[in-house]
């Protein structure tokens, strides 16, 4: 299943740590017309629909326990919805964990900061 991941996932060290394996590869991809914003009350993000705006992140291909061991992380408050992301080979569908819009703080952007969530990752 291709995944796009665009928060604390891409820190190697968070993927390997929740994903139970090192050394998961993906690449470079965008997805146009959604935005990165913080949850309410949480270090994380999810993404919110924004017509002028794209989201950096990582398109990779998970299954098996890495792709179980990841639906735990991200936790109740996400779903994995389908998205078409810009990756090195033009379009494609993919599959991004947001969570319900209720729970986004739409004006409040996103940055990966690692020592916000690194004690989330063990």
Request: glycine share 10%; proline share 7%.
């Amino acid at each position: 299943m291709r995944v796009f991941l665009y928060g604390t996932l891409l820190d190697p060290s968070v993927l390997a740590a929740r994903s139970g394996r090192r050394g998961l590869r993906g690449v470079a991809a965008r997805l146009p017309g959604w935005m990165r914003v913080a949850l309410r009350g949480q270090p994380y993000p999810t993404l919110v629909r924004a017509r002028r705006q794209a989201v950096r992140g990582l398109l990779l291909t998970l299954a098996g326990a890495p792709l179980r061991r990841l639906r735990v992380y991200e936790g109740a408050a996400y779903r994995l919805l389908p998205v078409l992301v810009l990756g090195p080979r033009g379009r494609t569908a993919a599959l991004a964990w947001i969570a319900r819009q209720a729970l986004a703080d739409a004006g409040a952007p996103w940055q990966a900061s690692h020592d916000r969530y690194a004690k989330h990752a063990k």
